[in-house]
């Protein structure tokens, strides 16, 4: 019987954490604050404790894992790695097809890889509660989980849309302890001043952050943090993990390095997290294609470009260097919640301008299309968001049939979507529509962030 999945025990979990920032071609830049300066770590201690702002700006090439986390990672970790060799039948394409199973951590993604770490050094710094924004729901209930294993209060602002189309996220939330409203909420200054503008908008991951942010800042204990599930330098850290256990999986397949690596972006975690460490590889010689996939509604990375902007909507961030729609964008109200982001994190739209990787989008019927055959051929049933992958495989498992290439792709598959059968109910019924993003709507939401400070193209280092 060929091998179709390689597990590892509990000894071969990374016990290091890759940061991309220390083989980076130049250096990220630095993030702005209102007066257009970069700003310092302690500007940023009312938000997040300090043990993780100074991840966020290490250099330093690899970050040890504490003990009391791994052993907390060690109830889904390892996670497997397989080949998808059943789809690779169905395409009849020369094309082995391998994909890294973050479906399965309790709360469904790969969100958990660095839910836990984030929750644990809260707690070491002395925090007693998280406040967090989330789309989907996964980013939500990952935090959620990893609140009730550390030992923390959490609180979840959940973009309407999702909190309407996904009432069992929200209970699992609640299962595990959390609280979860809906965003825009009345709870805060940032979400009223949304409702009374726009009192029937779909919320967006830009204004549930806000709320978090605000959540956290204003409450008088000073107890309370903020946790933001993607976009930043050491959220993507946490997240290599995937691409480290990925490496020493392919090895026990018996591939040297993968041609193609392919995830899914919204902030750009599980992207980053599988793709850096070949990133470093790339960087260091090795020739390897690496896509990040995004819809075509909120196409960030494809159509965006790269500017300062803030991370959220009532401009409580500070600036980013980063691809952005602008942050007053809010996107159309596609099942993928959790892509649904109008910026990207900073490290991926560095790699991008530095032309280490590329970049594509597609339209969600595609993505349905691609995520049903994929349920019928490998079985496990994906997220919305990790659709987007799938489409990106499959042509590149089809464009290797019609160059006669054996390649190795590689992908992250970063959820389950058993909470999300929603869309699926509404793309068999024929009720889902694609929505390209008009020029002159792109142009209009671009046109409120033409005044912040721009980045220069490329950085060169003296
Ligand atoms: C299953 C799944 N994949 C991907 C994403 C996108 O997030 P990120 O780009 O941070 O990986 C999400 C976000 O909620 C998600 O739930």
Redesign the pocket.
């Known amino acids: 019987m060929d091998t179709i999945k390689v597990t590892l025990t509990e000894k071969d979990i990374p016990r290091q954490w890759y940061n991309l920032q220390a083989d980076l071609p130049s250096p990220l830049l630095p993030p702005l604050g209102p007066d257009g300066k970069p700003i310092t770590p302690d500007m940023l201690a009312p938000v997040f404790p300090m043990n993780l702002i100074e991840q966020e700006v290490s250099t330093q090439r690899w970050i040890d894992i504490p003990a009391e986390v791994l052993e907390l990672l060690a109830l889904w970790r390892p996670s497997p790695l397989y080949r998808a060799r059943r789809l690779e039948q169905h395409l009849g394409t020369p094309a082995r097809i391998y994909y890294k199973n973050?479906?399965v951590s309790p709360p469904?993604?790969?969100?958990p890889n660095t839910a836990i770490p984030q929750a644990w050094y809260n707690k070491q710094f002395g925090i007693q509660r998280l406040a967090t924004e989330?789309?989907?729901?996964?980013?939500g209930s990952a935090l959620a989980f990893a609140c009730a294993l550390v030992g923390l209060e959490c609180k979840v602002f959940m973009v309407r849309i999702s909190y309407d189309q996904k009432p069992y996220r929200r209970l699992m939330m609640e299962t595990w302890g959390a609280t979860c409203v809906p965003s825009p909420s009345r709870e805060t200054k940032a979400g009223r001043d949304i409702l009374a503008q726009m009192p029937d908008t779909p919320g967006s991951l830009g204004i549930a952050i806000s709320e978090a942010i605000e959540a956290a800042v204003t409450d008088p204990s000073g107890k309370t943090r903020y946790s933001l599930?993607?976009?930043l330098n050491h959220?993507?850290m946490h997240?290599t993990i995937i691409g480290l256990e990925a490496k020493k999986q392919l090895k026990k397949f018996g591939e040297k390095k993968p041609d193609v690596v392919i995830?899914?972006?919204?902030?750009?975690?599980?992207?980053?997290?599988i793709a850096f460490p070949f990133v470093a590889d790339k960087i260091h010689g090795a020739d390897i294609t690496i896509i990040?996939v995004e819809p075509e509604s909120c196409p960030t990375m494809t159509r965006a470009p790269y500017v300062y902007d803030h991370g959220d909507t009532a401009r409580m961030t500070p600036l980013l260097a980063m691809h952005s729609l602008g942050h007053g964008f809010v996107p159309p109200a596609i099942h993928?919640?959790?892509?649904r982001?109008h910026g990207?994190?900073p490290l991926?739209s560095k790699a991008i301008v530095e032309g280490l990787i590329t970049p594509r989008a597609y339209h969600q019927l595609r993505c349905y299309e691609s995520a049903v055959l994929w349920a019928r051929t490998e079985g496990f049933i994906?997220?919305?968001?990790?659709a987007?992958?799938i489409a990106a495989v499959i042509d590149e498992a089809r464009k290797a049939k019609e160059e006669g290439k054996e390649k190795v792709i590689l992908f992250?598959w970063?959820?389950?979507?058993l909470m999300d059968l929603s869309g699926y109910d509404a793309y068999f019924r024929g009720k889902l529509t694609d929505f390209a993003l008009p020029e002159d709507e792109m142009k209009k939401s671009l046109d409120a962030i033409k005044d912040l400070p721009k980045p220069p193209r490329k950085v060169t280092v003296e």
């Open positions: 973050e479906g469904g993604s790969h969100k989330t789309g989907a729901g996964q980013w599930g993607s976009v959220v993507l997240q995830a899914c972006a919204g902030g750009g975690s599980n992207f980053g997290g990040p993928a919640g959790g892509l982001y990207m994190a991926v994906p997220a919305p968001e990790t987007h992958a992250c970063s959820g389950h979507g």
